[in-house]
């Protein structure tokens, strides 16, 4: 069935350094990727996507890439700051209905230490 | 403008009894979701409408669970009875059409614990 596998599951950073979280899909009919940050007690918020016909996007500190052959996309982001300490997950869109269903991955918890 | 409302935001009830998560999309958007989050865990996705039809309930546990989107706006995700293994963040989302082209805004969640 529809997978989204995520890596690292914890994330322990010094502020400053780079922080980079892998996660594969398993739907070849999967078309878009996006990436949510969840903090304690609050809904997940998007943060940066990317879709099938794009190799890599950038926005500002964050960066995404996607290896459509391999079904893997990373989120990377650079000079990580204590504020970006929280939950991230991957996700991917499931089945080929085209509804927009999203399949999330288990999450990854980021730590930047000051 | 507002964000995705949902109430209430935590709840505590016994095993066996049944429970009613409300959630007030964005103004505008066509597109509601019902996720099931366990702690530890993605959103699962359980249910979701687009204006009040359903487009995909196919991880619904319909024996005990169901939703409603009456009027394409509001929503109701009901379980009946509850079981320890229900015990989840249960989020709304909404976007203005399929996600796969338009963002998914989440709301806050109602946090449920069954004893």
């Known amino acids: 069935g529809e997978n989204v596998e995520q890596h690292p599951s914890t994330l322990s950073v010094q502020e400053g350094d780079s922080a980079v979280i892998k996660c594969t899909y398993s739907?070849?009919?999967?078309?878009?990727f996006p990436w949510y940050k969840q903090e304690l007690g609050k809904g997940p918020q998007l943060i940066i996507d990317i879709r099938s016909n794009v190799g890599e996007k950038k926005d500002q500190r964050i960066a995404v890439t996607l290896n459509k052959t391999a079904k893997h996309f990373s989120l990377h982001i650079t000079e990580t700051q204590p504020e970006d300490s929280a939950v991230y997950f991957c996700?991917?869109?499931?089945?080929?209905?085209?509804?927009?269903?999203?399949?999330f991955g288990q999450g990854t918890t980021l730590q930047v230490k000051p | 403008e507002a964000g995705v409302a949902q109430s209430p935001r935590y709840k505590i009830i016994e095993k066996r009894q049944s429970v009613a998560f409300w959630c007030n999309p964005i103004s505008g958007h066509a597109t509601l979701y019902w996720y099931q989050q366990i702690l530890g865990q993605g959103p699962k996705l359980l249910i979701q409408?687009?204006?009040?039809?359903?487009?995909?309930d196919s991880q619904l546990p319909k024996d005990r669970f169901s939703a409603e989107r009456l009027k394409g706006v509001d929503s109701t995700l009901k379980i009946q009875p509850a079981k320890l293994e229900d015990s989840a963040v249960y989020l709304c989302?909404?976007?203005?059409?399929?996600?796969?082209?338009?963002?998914?805004?989440f709301g806050p969640g109602t946090r449920l614990t069954v004893t």
């Open positions: 996700a991917a869109t499931g089945g080929s209905s085209n509804t927009g269903k999203l399949i």
């Open positions: 989302a909404s976007s203005f059409g399929p996600a796969t082209y338009y963002e998914q805004y």
């Open positions: 739907d070849s009919a999967s078309n878009y």
């Open positions: 409408f687009q204006n009040n039809g359903v487009v995909d």
